[in-house]
């Protein structure tokens, strides 16, 4: 279990704090919630709705351990939910696309969402792009486009594979991608919170902020495809990088296969085959062991 998030009695609250400070962990103060603890092993921040919520890569033991003080952990309580959690109207929402796949860019889009069209997006079905049909993506980035502010980052893959070799990690690609996303929307309309999905710790994407960027409270958090904003963001990435990946099935004379199967691999073996396997450097993320197999 990497989430777990439940609305309590702010009663337990003094009692929460008091396990933590017992423990040694160090907590600190934090926009839109009373405090939050942060260790290596997981972050835990108590809102100020009364909603209890902590994040890492493995929290079962750590939730184990309060149970006493939470009560029992059921299901519905430990299920990875955002929906009611202190997000301000007016936020920002980021999202990538690409990142497992072999073949085609690292795209990462973000969103600006405020109470009017966030009705709209919702009107529309605006949700995860994983749950819509690849059919549906361009017609719902089109009414993201013409009713939110909005950016699109797009890594191809030979930039990708420079700035992999010089960072030689993913989650601070990652963040550099989302920073920059940000940061654009930034340049457009003012903001104070963004949101993305949990991919990394929150600092890398806060360190790769820049001026515009250095005031906002960014959070990262388990399932946030659940928020509008993200959702929304989610569609942007999906539909460039279903764009580029076209563009590289008509310039290599093939349908070019998204993720990493065998038989991205024998496409990949073709393409090496026919042009060189140098010029894959153009069509693929060259970190993946599958380029090391051709």
């Avoid at 991608?177 to 990394?200: M, P, V």
């Avoid at 349908?255 to 073996?269: C, D, F, H, M, Q």
Wanted: glycine letters at 4%.
């Amino acid at each position: 279990m990497n989430c777990y998030s439940q609305k309590v009695d702010k009663t337990i609250e003094p009692e929460l704090k008091s396990f933590f400070l017992e423990n040694g962990a160090v907590i600190t103060p934090v926009q839109n919630a009373l405090w939050r603890v942060k260790t290596p092993k997981y972050t835990a921040t108590f809102y100020n709705t009364g909603k209890f919520l902590i994040q890492g890569a493995d929290v079962s033991d750590i939730v184990s351990q309060l149970e006493n003080i939470l009560g029992s952990v059921s299901n519905t309580s430990t299920a990875s939910t955002i929906a009611d959690l202190d997000i301000p109207a007016c936020h920002i929402g980021s999202d990538e696309s690409g990142k497992g796949d072999f073949f085609g860019p690292l795209v990462i889009a973000a969103v600006l969402v405020d109470r009017d069209n966030t009705k709209l997006l919702t009107e529309f079905g605006i949700k995860d792009c994983k749950k819509i049909d690849d059919k549906n993506i361009a017609r719902l980035a089109s009414v993201i486009k013409n009713n939110c502010t909005f950016s699109v980052v797009t890594i191809n893959p030979l930039k990708y594979n420079e700035l992999y070799s010089k960072m030689n990690n993913l989650n601070q690609l990652l963040a550099w991608g989302h920073a920059r996303a940000i940061e654009n929307i930034l340049e457009k309309k003012e903001c104070s919170y963004a949101l993305s999905d949990k991919f990394g710790d929150e600092k890398l994407i806060k360190n790769a902020l820049m001026k515009k960027g250095k005031n906002i409270h960014l959070e990262q958090r388990c399932k946030a495809e659940a928020d509008i904003a993200v959702a929304a963001a989610s569609i942007l990435a999906r539909e460039q990088f279903l764009k580029r990946m076209s563009e590289l099935s008509k310039k290599y004379g093939c349908e070019i296969p998204k993720g990493a199967s065998s038989y991205v691999l024998e496409t990949a073996k073709n393409i090496a085959a026919q042009f060189s396997k140098d010029e894959l450097k153009n069509a693929v993320k060259t970190h993946f062991k599958t380029y090391s197999q051709i």
